[in-house]
Nanobody, 126 residues
Framework: QVHFVESGGGLVQAGGSLRLSCATS????????MGWFRQAPGKEREFVAA????????DYADSVKGRFTISRDNAKNSVYLRMSSLKPEDTAVYYC???????????????????WGQGTQVTVSS
């Protein structure tokens, strides 16, 4: 069983920054292709960012490109999402997710991921 614990969410004004963390115990994080997703009230869960097992390859949703940065520290079993220039439309519950079976083949699709964190709320006020 793999558990992920997210932290770092909160309330921030538009233009501000937050850094989300996702840590795991048990199986080493280095085995997983990792992603961040978000879900706003009444909307479907959407892809935000993804990072390969080594951290060499990353990708972002167009809506966050240039503002968000995904990174990982496999030695600390952690993945991060640095968010800057936040906008009210970034308000959502943010989830980290781990893909063990598919190797990140379709990293933008939520159902491709095997394990999920509990989510952390990010609220951006205007």
């Amino acid at each position: 069983q793999v558990h992920f614990v997210e932290s770092g969410g909160g309330l921030v004004q538009a233009g501000g920054s937050l850094r989300l963390s996702c840590a795991t115990s048990g199986r080493a994080l280095s085995a997983y292709f990792m992603g961040w997703f978000r879900q706003a009230p009444g909307k479907e869960r959407e892809f935000v960012a993804a990072i390969s097992t080594s951290g060499v390859r990353t990708d972002y949703a167009d809506s966050v490109k240039g503002r968000f940065t995904i990174s990982r520290d496999n030695a600390k079993n952690s993945v991060y999402l640095r968010m800057s220039s936040l906008k009210p439309e970034d308000t959502a519950v943010y989830y980290c997710a781990a893909d063990f079976r598919n190797g990140g083949r379709n990293y933008y699709i939520p159902t491709e991921y095997d394990y999920w964190g509990q989510g952390t709320q990010v609220t951006v006020s205007s």
